[in-house]
């Protein structure tokens, strides 16, 4: 059974910081892409960072310089490190994790910047 379970979120104000966590089981971590993914209300779900297998890390231009992905293939875990938070980045973090056609998704954790 494959779970993805987030942790991290909470309410920080603006300027601040938090570092989301990602923990991963059932799956081959390694060969996975992994990424984080936000939803806001009345808003598309959009991807926020991304760690490419092979290749570069990705991030949305929104959070280039303030945002860092990493990941822990011994705990099988990925983390979205957020500095600089605005409140514009309030929503709902998502982890997701990829392999070809497979697709998974976790919970969510709300993350919410107080100006």
């Known amino acids: 059974q494959v779970q993805l379970v987030e942790s991290g979120g909470g309410l920080v104000q603006a300027g601040g910081s938090l570092r989301l966590s990602c923990v991963t089981s059932?799956?081959?971590?390694?060969?996975?892409?992994m990424g984080w993914y936000r939803q806001a209300p009345g808003k598309q779900r959009e991807l926020v960072a991304k760690?490419?297998?092979?290749?570069?890390?990705d991030y949305a231009e929104s959070v280039k310089g303030r945002f860092t992905i990493s990941d822990d293939s011994e705990k099988d875990t990925v983390y979205l490190q957020m500095n600089s938070l605005k409140p514009e980045d309030t929503a709902v973090y998502y982890c997701?994790?990829?392999?070809?056609?497979?697709?998974?998704w976790g919970q969510g954790t709300q993350v919410t910047v107080s100006s």
């Open positions: 997701n994790a990829r392999w070809y056609t497979l697709n998974y």
């Open positions: 059932g799956i081959t971590f390694s060969i996975y892409d």
């Open positions: 760690v490419i297998r092979g290749g570069i890390n």
